[in-house]
C-alpha cells in the first residue's frame, strides 16, 4: 500500500511511494527512523587502487591530532518549536510533497537516462561525465535520498557507489575543492546518516586520494590533483595562484573523516591551512579579510587587493563557524577566525540597496582596496546568498543576536530580489546603487538613472529610462551581469536556516514563492534544467541550457524539503550542513 494522503499532523512525516507507516519524529523519532532505515549491504566497496598505500614523498615527523576532549556547551540553535495548527500543517505537508515529486522526477530521469554518469542533460536526455565519472550525481544525491525516504531507490544507489571505481577516472586531473564537497561530503554524509560501513570505506579511500593534494613541502594542497601522478607519490608544488575557497574550504569534510576514522592525519591536514589563515589574518590589505585570491606556495596574503564573499571565496567564511560547532567548540580558533572576518565583512561590504519601495535589506558586495583604501563595489551575486544563513547560525552559536539579525536582512534582501525579477527568479550577478546610510534611504529616482547610465555607457549615455527598458532592470538594479540561473541553493539555504532558527513562517511562505517560480520556469519534460534569462516575462520563456548540475538534488531541493518538514529533521542542533547541503553529525 502506497502512502500518497496529506493528511496533516504535527511531528508525523509522510513519506510517500515507499513507505505503509506514518514516521513520527518527536521525542527521538528522526534516530528510531534512521536505524529502522539501515541497509544491510552485502557486497563491500569496489577499487583498483588502494589510495591508503600511495606513498608520500613530504613526509611528517609528527601530526596535529585531533581534540579529543569534551564538547563546550554550546547555545541552542533552532527555536523552540510548538504544535501548529491543523491547516499550516496541511499547507506546508502539501508543498513539501511538491517538492519531493520535483525530486522523484528529476532522479528517475537520472535513472533512465543517465545512470552511473556524472550528470543527466534534462533536455536532450543525454548522460555527461563533467570531471570524475563517478556518477557525483548518485554519491551527491545519496542523503536526499535517505531524508525523503526514498528506500528502493537509496538501496539501489548504494549498490552502484560501492562498485565505483575512485582508483580510475577519464580526467588528468581532479579539481580538490569540488570532489572534497560533493563525493567526499556526501559519502561521509551517508554514513552519518545511515551508519552503512560501505560508504564509509568509500569515504575514507577518496579521502585517502585526497589526501595526496597535501603532498606538498609547506603542506598546503594544489588546486587540481594530477591523479596518475599522484598514485606514484612524487610529491607536489603548492600553487602560486589559488582561489581562497580552493584552499580554504576542506575543513568540514576532512575534519568529520577524522572523527569517524579516528584517524588524526586528516584533520592534521586542514589545521595546518587553518594556521596559515590564523597567522595571515591581519597581513593582508584589508586586515581581517582574505583575499579572493592567494600565493599558496609562498603562503603570501599581503599583496592581493580584492575581497568577496562570493564566488571563490564563500564557503570558507562559512566553514569557520561550521568548524566550530563539528569540534564541539574544543578548538576557539575557528570563532576568532569569523568575528575578526565579519567585523570587517560588517564594516566594508555589506550595503543596504536603494530601493523603490524604502524595504531595509542587505545585499553583499565585493571589496577593492585602492590607495590602500577599502572601496565597495554594490554588485551583488546569487553565491552570496548564503551570508544569511551563515550570520544567522554563527549568531546562534556564539550567542550574538546582531548577527541574526544581519542574517535576517540579507536573506530578506535575496527574497527581494526573487520577487523583483519578471520571472521571480534572482540572476547570479546584478548591480544596484548603495545607500550611504543603512538607517535611512529614500528612494531617489535621479541617481538611481545616473548609475544606470553609467553601468551601461556609451550603449545608452542619455536615457536611463530606455536603458532600463531594454536592458529589462527593475528599479533599484542598475545593472544585470549575468542572467542566468543554474539552478542554485544559496538563497533557499539562507531560507531554510533563518526558518528554523526564527520559526517565523514568513520564511516558509517565501520559500514557496521562490520554488514555484523555480519550478515554472526551469522544469522540463523529464527534469529541471538551468535557463539563460530570468529577466523574461512569463510569455517569454527562455529556452532551457540543458543543464542540471548535481545540486540541485543535493542541495536545492533537499533544502526546499527541509523547509516544509518539521523541524527536528535534520535538527541544526544535531547536525552541521557543508557547503554541498551534506549533513555532518554534531558530537554530543
Not at 58 to 73: D, I, R
Not at 421 to 428: Q, R, Y
Not at 478 to 495: G, H, N, Q
Request: include cysteine; glycine fraction near 6%; hydrophobic fraction near 40%.
Amino acid at each position: 500500500m502506497l502512502v500518497l494522503a496529506l493528511t496533516a499532523i504535527p511531528g508525523i512525516v509522510y513519506l510517500s511511494s515507499c513507505w505503509t507507516q506514518p514516521i513520527n519524529l518527536d521525542n527521538g523519532g528522526l534516530d528510531r527512523y534512521m536505524n529502522e532505515f539501515k541497509i544491510k549491504v552485502e557486497h563491500r566497496s569496489q577499487n583498483s587502487f588502494d589510495w591508503h598505500n600511495a606513498p608520500v614523498h613530504n613526509q611528517l615527523n609528527a601530526f596535529t591530532h585531533l581534540p579529543n576532549g569534551t564538547s563546550l556547551t554550546i547555545p541552542r540553535v533552532q527555536y523552540h518549536f510548538t504544535s501548529e495548527s491543523k491547516t499550516r500543517a496541511a499547507q506546508r505537508e502539501t508543498r513539501r510533497q511538491a517538492v519531493k515529486d520535483v525530486f522523484i522526477k528529476c532522479w528517475t530521469s537520472y535513472e533512465k537516462y543517465a545512470w552511473g554518469s556524472d550528470e543527466l542533460k534534462p533536455y536532450t536526455k543525454v548522460p555527461i561525465d563533467t570531471s570524475w565519472g563517478w556518477g557525483v550525481t548518485l554519491i551527491d544525491s545519496l542523503d536526499t535520498l535517505y531524508i525523503m525516504g526514498l528506500k528502493t531507490q537509496y538501496e539501489k544507489a548504494v549498490a552502484e557507489v560501492a562498485k565505483i571505481d575512485v582508483g580510475k577516472t577519464p580526467s588528468v586531473t581532479l579539481s580538490v575543492f569540488e570532489t572534497t564537497i560533493r563525493i567526499l561530503g556526501g559519502l561521509i554524509s551517508a554514513y552519518d546518516l545511515s551508519h552503512d560501513e560501505t560508504l564509509l570505506e568509500k569515504a575514507t579511500n577518496v579521502g585517502d586520494m585526497l589526501y595526496m593534494a597535501f603532498d606538498t613541502p609547506n603542506r598546503m594542497p594544489v588546486d587540481r590533483l594530477p591523479f596518475e601522478e599522484a598514485k606514484l607519490g612524487g610529491g607536489f608544488i603548492a600553487d602560486q595562484r589559488i582561489s581562497l575557497a580552493g584552499i580554504g574550504s576542506l575543513t568540514m569534510e576532512f575534519v568529520r573523516l577524522s572523527q569517524l576514522t579516528t584517524d588524526s592525519k586528516y584533520y592534521d591536514a586542514v589545521a595546518r591551512i587553518t594556521d596559515m589563515l590564523d597567522a595571515n589574518q591581519d597581513n593582508t590589505t584589508l586586515p581581517g579579510m582574505f583575499p579572493t585570491w592567494i600565493n599558496a606556495n609562498a603562503t603570501d596574503l599581503s599583496e592581493a587587493t580584492s575581497y568577496t564573499l562570493g564566488a571563490e571565496a564563500d564557503s570558507v567564511y562559512e566553514y569557520f563557524p561550521k568548524a566550530f560547532a563539528l569540534l564541539g567548540g574544543q578548538e576557539p580558533v575557528y570563532r576568532k577566525l569569523y568575528e575578526r572576518s565579519m567585523e570587517v565583512v560588517e564594516n566594508h561590504m555589506l550595503f543596504r540597496p536603494m530601493l523603490p519601495g524604502g524595504e531595509d535589506v542587505l545585499i553583499s558586495g565585493d571589496v577593492k582596496v585602492l590607495g590602500g583604501k577599502p572601496v565597495l563595489d554594490p554588485e551583488g551575486q546569487h553565491l552570496t546568498c548564503f551570508a544569511g544563513g551563515m550570520f544567522a547560525l554563527a549568531g546562534r552559536l556564539f550567542d550574538y543576536k546582531h548577527h541574526v539579525d544581519i542574517g535576517a536582512k540579507l536573506t530578506k534582501g535575496c527574497v527581494y530580489t526573487y520577487k523583483a525579477m519578471p520571472s521571480g527568479i534572482m540572476p547570479e550577478i546584478f548591480d544596484m546603487v548603495a545607500c550611504e546610510s543603512q538607517k535611512s534611504c529614500p528612494w531617489n529616482q535621479t541617481k538611481w538613472e545616473a548609475d544606470v547610465i553609467q553601468r551601461s555607457y556609451p550603449v545608452y549615455s542619455d536615457d536611463a529610462l530606455r536603458a532600463a527598458k531594454k536592458e529589462r532592470l527593475p528599479k533599484g538594479f542598475t545593472a544585470i551581469k549575468d542572467r542566468r540561473y543554474l539552478l542554485r541553493p544559496e538563497a533557499i539555504e539562507s531560507v531554510f536556516i533563518l526558518y528554523r532558527i526564527t520559526g517565523d513562517s514568513w520564511y516558509q511562505d517565501a520559500a514557496w514563492d521562490m520554488f514555484t517560480a523555480i519550478q515554472e520556469r526551469t522544469a522540463t519534460e523529464h527534469a529541471n534544467s538551468g535557463i539563460p534569462d530570468v529577466t523574461l516575462g512569463k510569455d517569454e520563456f527562455p529556452p532551457s541550457s540543458d543543464s542540471m548540475e548535481s545540486f540541485w538534488l543535493a542541495e536545492t531541493l533537499k533544502y526546499f524539503y527541509l523547509v516544509f518538514s518539521p523541524p527536528d529533521l535534520i535538527s541544526l542542533d544535531d547536525f552541521v550542513l557543508n557547503t554541498e547541503a551534506h549533513p555532518f553529525r554534531r558530537p554530543k
